[in-house]
């Protein structure tokens, strides 16, 4: 436990870079999806799965240039993905020595991790402030479902994926986010109260969706963690499992809800 707190205070910093917003987070997001991208594959490796990694940096790079230059562009946000799918089915053209499952990790790779990490970024440029619930709804339940999970757990959530998880920790997460979103729209949103609360609520159990997906694949994958750049909390997939998820939520809910 004390590992995982002293590398959570750590990670705090980072923070300043979703209050400066802008390029900042644009680099961000898009560090977190070259980095969590090269642990994904290197997860499938594991199990004799070669998707290509040229591909997906390529993928991300590309994205960076299409979120500094086009931003709010959907039209050339879905050439971007079209072109990315495409690409990737080509790569396995060489049927000697490539197989399906090459192809297709490598599309999911650029989808789950790379595009899904870019949707920071389109909530900070569509509505910078509540850039914030996205990371106050993942960490935030997962904080607090760890502790709740420690102090109260009893009944197994999923004990296959995840053998420490809890149904009492899944619940204390969803009160904890809950609570967190609601003080952030007290005193940061008051006009958004009723959408962070909403947010706040709905975004808990997708956060936690999030890294049981992750812990699914690790489980096919064979692997324990996706890497050990964090002390205490393994790689960058490890660390951002959840936001992954979180931030296409809040995206879509703010494009089509509240917009």
Known sequence: MKTRVISGLIMVPLLILVYLGGYFILTASILVGMLGVKEFYNGFENV???????????????????????????????????AFVIISMIYMFKIEEREMADSMATILGIVYVVFFAYHV???????????????ITAFGSDIFAYFTGYLFGKHKLAPVLSPKKTIEGAVGGVVGSALCSTIFGLLVMPDMLIHCIILGIVCSPISMAGDLTASAFKRK????????????????????????????AVFYYVYFVIK
């Not at 290509?52 to 050439?79: F, K, N, P, W, Y």
């Not at 970024?121 to 990371?135: E, G, P, Q, R």
């Not at 964090?230 to 998820?245: A, E, K, Q, T, Y």
């Open 48 to 82: 004799g799965i070669k998707p290509c990694h040229l591909i997906g940096r390529i993928a991300a790079m590309s994205l960076a240039v299409i979120g500094s230059l086009a931003q709010e562009r959907t039209d050339v946000m879905m050439l971007w993905l079209a």
């Open 221 to 248: 994958m064979g692997i324990k963690d996706y890497g050990n750049l964090i002390p205490g909390h393994g790689g960058v997939m490890d660390r951002f499992d959840s936001v992954l998820f979180v931030a296409p």
């Open 121 to 135: 970024y389109l909530v900070d440029i569509t509505m910078h402030k509540i850039v914030w619930i996205i990371f």
